[in-house]
């Protein structure tokens, strides 16, 4: 199992690089990511963009573009659909939002005409390793799904275990999250983890363990799981914390971040490949790790 960036860092690479398309990559940040992944042996970039502006942001990050190859397309939108044509037609395997809205790009790799949308949720998870805790966390959704209901929460779910299991995760427990412990009629949220949680026990949802409602404390505290009477595979020792609504996991996962320092990386699952997603403030360092659990999966889907 996969416990730190850095090993996450070191397993994407051992199986050689693949190509990756970075769509509006006139971004400084974006750029630097990319040499450190190529420099690791995760990726092989293909840019699209304003190539003048790619050039001239390269120059600012100090990062030698001259043997990445560059599609020169200025429009934003347009950039977005050629990289998703391009994952379409297979010449790349991956891509990697760039200096654009997510909205844009989610939009190019929905189009029916480039092959990339399955049945089901497209969902964002974020995988965050946590100083004082041995293994790593998924957040999710906290940037694409506003208010999911029932039926999405259980898709959300599907999409980070398989993030979980493309780092050694056999089984992950996954807590849906509340601001309580317990099933309150008045509180919609509990009534979809308890759902949830029955689900997953029918077999409709498969490859972990779900329970709910959790507060966030007894999810991933043990000791604040047993203060508090709440029992279960999870308690305490959740590694997928389902959140209730796009602007409690935005919260969680910034404040982790910001707050926490923790190192931090996100994907958009539910396509037929791996987006590498995280937002634009975020450091070089963690778009690195954000190329690199995308590599994992991809890597992971053809085994």
């Known amino acids: 199992m996969i416990r730190s960036m850095e090993e996450l860092t070191q397993a994407a690479a051992a199986k050689g690089p693949r190509m990756m398309a970075v769509a509006c990559a006139q971004d400084a940040p974006v750029l630097e990511a990319v040499k450190l992944a190529c420099d690791r042996n995760i990726v092989i970039p293909l840019l699209v963009g304003d190539k003048q502006k790619i050039l001239e942001e390269a120059e600012k990050a100090g990062v030698d573009v001259s043997e990445w190859e560059i599609v020169d397309i200025p429009d934003k939108t347009e950039a977005c659909q050629t990289a998703a044509r391009l994952a379409g037609e297979g010449k790349v395997q991956l891509i990697m939002k760039g200096m654009v809205d997510t909205s844009i790009i989610m939009k190019a790799v929905l189009n029916k005409e480039y092959g990339l949308r399955k049945e089901g949720v497209l969902s964002h998870v974020g995988v965050l390793e946590v100083d004082g ?171």
Do not use: W
């Open 133 to 303: 805790f041995d293994h790593m966390f998924a957040v999710t959704d906290s940037a694409l799904n506003i208010a999911p209901d029932l039926d999405a929460k259980a898709a959300i779910v599907n999409n980070a275990v398989e993030v979980m299991h493309a780092i050694g995760v056999e089984e992950p427990k996954v807590a849906a999250l509340c601001a309580v412990e317990k099933v309150n009629e008045k509180m919609q949220c509990t009534l979809d983890a308890a759902e949830l949680t029955k689900m997953n026990q029918e077999g409709k949802i498969t490859g972990c363990v779900v329970e709910g409602p959790f507060a966030l404390d007894n999810a991933v505290s043990a000791e604040a799981a047993a203060h508090k009477g709440v029992s279960g595979s999870v308690a305490g020792n959740a590694d997928v914390l389902l959140v209730p609504d796009i602007e409690a996991g935005n919260l969680l996962i910034k404040s982790m971040e910001y707050f926490a320092k923790a190192k931090k990386a996100g994907v958009i699952m539910g396509a037929k490949i791996p987006v590498a997603l995280t937002s634009r403030a975020t450091s070089p360092e963690s778009k690195m790790y954000t190329i690199a659990i995308a590599k994992i999966i991809a890597d992971s889907r053809e085994v």
